[in-house]
């Protein structure tokens, strides 16, 4: 077995996720840019916007009026 932080704890705690029904993706090679994989322009861009958007319509559709694009 290859200890390294991929083995160790990233796989673990992706499992976990899947488990417990989070979605998770593999984006080592992740595609940037707006329509990209996660539509970011980087790997430091931390918050995924698209899905947070997306997220806040879904639970309160009234805001699309006040959402900044």
Known sequence: MKYSEDSLIEQ???NL???IGWQ???CYSEVFGEEGTL???NRSE???VR???NALIEINPECITN???
């Open 12 to 14: 673990p705690a992706i």
């Open 17 to 19: 996720f899947s488990e």
């Open 24 to 26: 998770t993706l593999d």
């Open 39 to 41: 539509s970011r322009e």
């Open 46 to 48: 931390v918050i995924l």
């Open 51 to 53: 899905e947070l958007r």
């Open 67 to 69: 959402i900044r694009h």
